[in-house]
């Protein structure tokens, strides 16, 4: 066991620590940027850019940039560009799919993509680069809305679809995302037009950044239509009830702040969920284990799940009394990370804790054994934690 | 807690005048009453334990992290590695979490095979652990009978998916093979056979007085302990809370079968070692009415997308595996690879109660406290 390995001297520990941890900065800054990047895409960026990124860890404005970093700029914004060719095939798929996915993403290219008058010379520049990429996507788009108008039943939509398609691609950004808007309402109300819609998503998915953003607003109002429309004949959950009555209970014992939310997760059996606020949550536990009304004495599972942009912790509890589960979720920050412990409630706390300690470097105050469980003492980062770099000593 | 589990304390003085001692016991990693790569540093004064600290992590392969670079189908056999001596029911718990994501229909038949499998993998577990668990206690003997008996189901898993331990046998959406022919006629004969022997097992061992006094009132806990600790399985059960998730939370086809649910009050090791005989009495029960039940034809793969792609959203499904509740947490983004994957693993969970249970115990009574918990390592270090 590593007891027995040369142990490094703090100072190294330290310095690797330190570099892991730089080395993961920059690893999350790359991610953030391209946070739409699809997956065939990222590998060829990553290999990229990594150095980049570390030699300019603050956003430098580009008066500052030396020309290295200019044609670094510009290689990222090319492949950028492909990205969100790639997107834009994917927002396609997901179109044919089903309409609340195609919102999803529509509304991450918007957020991915600048408003023009944000761009910087260089970006420009980079952006008209991109726009030969757009080409090919366009072309590819053409031909898939014409493959999709084939399928369809008379040779008039058919006719009307490849217009519309060829409009399309060509179309200016305000255009394409009226179109965009209309593709997501269609593909989630009307199935008849499904291949114009097919069409219309795929050449506003290549929308210019700005007209993306307009699509977001107006697939936001698509989704306000939709959604009352599609919620209103389902029957409330079984678990409806109890959920009602934990909130109640607990926001009369600790007031309405601290349950951040609460649903039914329909994908987990339908089990009730709350979020709980981060300062208050050893009280709420107290109250969930003590309540007669609650008692949920049995804690089932505890974990955490890396999101990027914050971590969690997940609990599931049931009460062998009432028969009923109960999920909840605890958020904290990436950089200090930091939730109650629970071990003093539920002893079975204890290794799970642990296990979150050392895998995705979540602290629990109070818990009487903090240290890792699974993993050697002197490892060096969390490994579950999705910007982790390994270290390793002997390469 | 103590951290520097190197420190002991010296008494010098004793009324007798004799200098004690405490003493520093490594058990393991390599010790076969471990059950795998276990190790437990006991401080023991005399032959009395005064602490014991569990290490662990000697074979974790960070299966969780690895999931996330899979796709779903991947990480099927990663699942067999885990309770390797159980693996059927790692198979589903992982299967039956992606299902429940997507709401997908299964197949009757692909219901049965998987419901068959499970519990004559629940059978086989059972045995390798009575086997073990008495070699652990010093009887050689029964060790063979239970390999001899667990080895014809294995031999049945060899028949259905090719393999005697590593299954990757079933699939999002049913199962990967079909029954051969006449496959569902030697399960029914091992079943009539398994329960004929049972009787012989008991009249080998259960009886025998040396064993009794080895077990009766040893590593005992009650009810309200085994909550604390989040003990599940025959750990839960043998404090008297009456739970199984085959009955409490019905999954696959468990609701159509008539069987109970065996449960005792001592809470000592004795309970927990009739529990599992009565368990794998009402396996091979529930497999009797299944094998009869058993359709003649149909499907064994329901209709699934060719990309499995889970909504995004989380869920957390647990099932009952031979050592108590296993789960499984996926939180998906939509994608066709797991954003988080985590397993509850019973082994890990009702591992954490042993150095409670072992404060103040005689050293000789440790490897039968820590093997009535039935712990399989690979699930431990995941």
């Known amino acids: ?395 | 807690m103590n951290h520097n589990i190197l420190t002991t304390h010296v008494d010098t003085s004793s009324e007798t005048g004799l200098r004690t001692e405490e003493m520093l016991l490594n058990v393991g990693p390599q010790h076969p009453s471990t059950h795998g790569v276990f190790r437990l540093v006991v401080k023991i004064d005399g032959e009395t334990i005064k602490e014991a600290i569990p290490v662990m992590g000697y074979l974790h392969r960070g299966t969780e992290k690895l999931a996330e670079n899979l796709t779903y189908t991947q990480i099927i056999p990663y699942t067999d590695r885990m309770d390797y001596v159980s693996a059927m029911t790692n198979n589903y718990v992982l299967c039956h979490a992606v299902e429940t994501m997507m709401g997908l229909e299964i197949p009757e038949r692909a219901q049965f095979l998987r419901l068959i499998a499970m519990e004559l993998n629940r059978v086989a577990s059972h045995l390798v652990w009575w086997g073990t668990y008495l070699l652990d206690i010093g009887a050689m003997g029964p060790f063979l009978y239970a390999f001899r008996d667990r080895e014809t189901i294995l031999d049945l898993f060899n028949e259905l998916c090719g393999a005697r331990m590593t299954f990757n046998y079933m699939r999002v959406g049913g199962v990967k093979w079909d029954a051969p022919p006449g496959w569902i006629d030697k399960a029914k004969e091992f079943v009539q056979y398994m329960k004929k022997e049972l009787n012989n097992y008991h009249q080998l061992v259960t009886g025998n007085e040396i064993f009794i006094n080895r077990l009766r009132g040893i590593g005992k806990f009650d009810t309200k302990t085994a909550l604390d600790y989040s003990l599940s399985g025959v750990m839960l059960r043998s404090t008297g809370v009456k739970w199984d998730l085959r009955k409490d939370e019905p999954y696959c086809i468990y609701d159509r079968f008539e069987f109970d649910v065996p449960t005792a009050t001592e809470g000592d090791c004795m309970a927990r070692y009739h529990l599992r005989m009565a368990e794998i009495e009402q396996s091979l029960r529930i497999l009797e009415q299944a094998l009869e039940q058993f359709p003649s034809e149909g499907e064994v793969m329901g209709k699934v997308p060719r990309v499995i792609r889970p909504p995004a959203g989380e869920a957390y499904v647990r099932i009952e595996s031979p050592r108590g509740e296993i789960g499984c947490y996926i939180a998906s983004q939509g994608k066709d690879k797991p954003w988080r994957l985590k397993f509850r693993r019973p082994s890990f969970t009702n591992l954490q109660i042993l150095p409670k249970l072992l404060q103040g115990e005689n050293l000789a009574n440790m490897v039968a406290i820590l093997g009535s918990i039935d712990i399989v390592l690979g699930e431990v270090d995941c």
Request: glycine share 2%.
């Open chain 1, 1 to 395: 066991m590593s007891d027995e390995k040369r142990k490094p001297t703090p100072e190294e520990k330290a310095a690797a620590a330190a570099e892991a941890r730089a080395k993961a900065e920059a690893l999350r800054k790359l991610r953030e940027q391209e946070a739409q990047v699809s997956q065939e895409a990222s590998p060829v960026e990553a290999s990229q850019e990594p150095q980049e990124k570390a030699s300019a860890p603050e956003a430098k404005p580009v008066s500052e940039m030396t020309p290295e970093e200019k044609a670094a700029a510009k290689k990222a914004a090319a492949a950028e560009a492909i990205a969100k060719a790639k997107a834009a095939k994917e927002a396609k798929e997901a179109a044919e799919a089903e309409a609340p996915v195609a919102e999803q993403q529509s509304e991450a290219v918007a957020t991915s993509a600048k408003p023009v008058s944000e761009m910087t010379p260089e970006e420009k520049a980079a952006a008209k680069k991109a726009a030969a990429a757009e080409a090919l996507a366009k072309a590819k788009a053409a031909k898939e809305a014409k493959e999709a108008a084939e399928n369809g039943a008379n040779s008039a939509s058919d006719a009307d679809a490849k217009a519309k398609a060829a409009a399309a691609a060509k179309a200016k950004a305000a255009a394409a995302a009226a179109a965009k808007a209309k593709a997501a309402r269609e593909a989630g109300g009307d199935e008849s037009g499904d291949d114009d819609a097919k069409a219309k998503a795929a050449a506003a998915a290549k929308a210019k950044a700005a007209a993306a953003a307009a699509a977001k607003a107006k697939a936001a109002q698509a989704t306000g239509d939709e959604t009352p429309a599609e919620e209103a004949p389902k029957a409330p959950s079984k678990n409806q009830p109890y959920l009602d009555k934990y909130v109640s209970r607990i926001s009369e014992a600790f007031g309405q702040e601290v349950i951040e939310a609460s649903y039914i997760n329909e994908l987990s059996k339908e089990v009730p969920t709350l979020t709980i606020q981060n300062e208050r949550w050893h009280q709420v536990a107290q109250f969930l284990r003590d309540d007669e009304q609650l008692s949920f004495e049995y804690l089932s599972d505890l974990h955490g799940v890396d999101y990027e942009d914050r971590l969690e912790v997940y609990y599931h509890f049931y009460s062998y009394k009432n028969r009923q589960s109960l999920a909840v979720k605890v958020k904290t920050s990436r950089e200090e990370s930091k939730v109650a412990s629970v071990m003093d409630l539920w002893h079975g706390a204890n290794w799970n804790e642990r296990e979150t300690f050392d895998l995705l470097g979540i602290h629990f105050p109070g818990h009487k054994d903090l240290r890792r469980i699974l993993l050697p003492d002197d490892w060096v980062g969390y490994p579950l934690r999705k910007d982790y770099v390994q270290y390793d000593e002997e390469v």
